[in-house]
C-alpha cells in the first residue's frame, strides 16, 4: 500500500512542476467525458482489481498458492460495477451541491457520501460481493449485506475503517485541481481495495 501512497505523491508533485503529467491529467479529463461510464468501469476494474494485484507482486505480498487471475478478475469486476455506481452518485451529487470546493460543498457532499449512501448502497454491495463468493454464489447470498444480520455482522466492521479512510481521502482529493481528482482517487481507491479485501478475506464465513 505504501507503495501506491509514493506514487500518488509522485504524481501530484510532478503535476504541477512537470507539464507533461498535467497535460496528462487534462487528457484524462476530456477521454472520461467522452466515453463516460465505460471509463468508470474501466477505471474501477484497474484501480480496484488490477494495481493492488501489481502493488502485492512488486511488494512479494501476494498469498502463497493464490490464484492471481482469479482473484484480479473477481476483485476487478467488483470495483467495475462500484465505480459506474460512484460515478452516476458523484453526478448527481454535482447538481445538489454544485461543483465548488469550498469548505460548505465538501462537507456536504462528504456527509451525504459516507453517512447515507455508504451504509446503505457502496459498502454492503461490496461487501455483498465478498459474502455471495464465499456462499459459492448461492441465490440470496449476494443480498445478505442488506439484511440487519447480516449489515451488523459483515457490513459494520467494513463501514467503520471506510468512514474513517474515505472521510479523509475525499476532502484531499476534492482540495485539488479538477484535472488531479481523478487519478488521486484511482490510487486512493487501490490503497482502500487492498484494505477493504484484507478485511473482507473471511466475509461471509458461517455460510448464509
Known amino acids: 500500500m505504501l507503495l501506491v501512497w509514493v506514487l500518488a ?8 512542476h512537470w507539464p507533461p503529467v498535467s497535460a496528462a491529467a487534462r487528457g484524462l479529463q476530456t477521454f472520461k467525458a467522452h466515453i463516460g461510464l465505460v471509463f468508470a468501469a474501466m477505471a474501477g ?10 502493488a502485492k507482486a512488486l511488494t512479494g505480498t501476494l498469498k502463497k498458492n493464490e490464484n492471481v487471475v482469479s482473484e484480479t478478475l473477481f476483485i476487478g469486476l467488483v470495483w467495475a460495477g462500484l465505480g459506474v ?12 451541491f454544485g461543483t465548488g470546493i469550498d469548505p460548505l460543498t465538501l462537507v ?14 457502496f459498502v454492503p454491495y461490496t461487501v455483498g460481493a465478498f459474502v455471495w463468493r464465499k456462499a459459492r454464489y ?22 467503520v475503517p ?4 474515505w472521510t479523509v481521502v475525499l476532502f484531499a482529493v476534492y482540495s485539488m485541481p479538477t484535472d488531479l481528482q481523478y487519478p488521486m482517487s484511482a490510487l486512493a481507491t487501490a490503497c482502500w481495495s487492498l484494505v ?3 478485511i473482507n478475506r473471511d466475509a461471509g464465513r458461517g455460510g448464509s
Do not use: H
Open 9 to 16: 505523491v509522485g504524481i501530484a508533485l510532478s503535476y504541477y
Open 45 to 54: 476494474f484497474i484501480a480496484g482489481g488490477l494495481l493492488p494485484e501489481v
Open 85 to 96: 455506481m460512484v460515478d452516476v452518485f458523484y453526478g448527481f451529487q454535482a447538481r445538489w
Open 108 to 121: 456536504r457532499k462528504t456527509c451525504v457520501d459516507m453517512f447515507v449512501f455508504a451504509p446503505t448502497v
Open 138 to 159: 448461492k441465490p440470496g447470498g449476494f443480498f445478505r449485506a442488506w439484511t440487519p444480520k447480516g449489515w451488523r455482522k459483515d457490513v459494520l466492521p467494513t463501514y
Open 162 to 165: 471506510n468512514t474513517i479512510f
Open 196 to 198: 477493504f479485501t484484507f
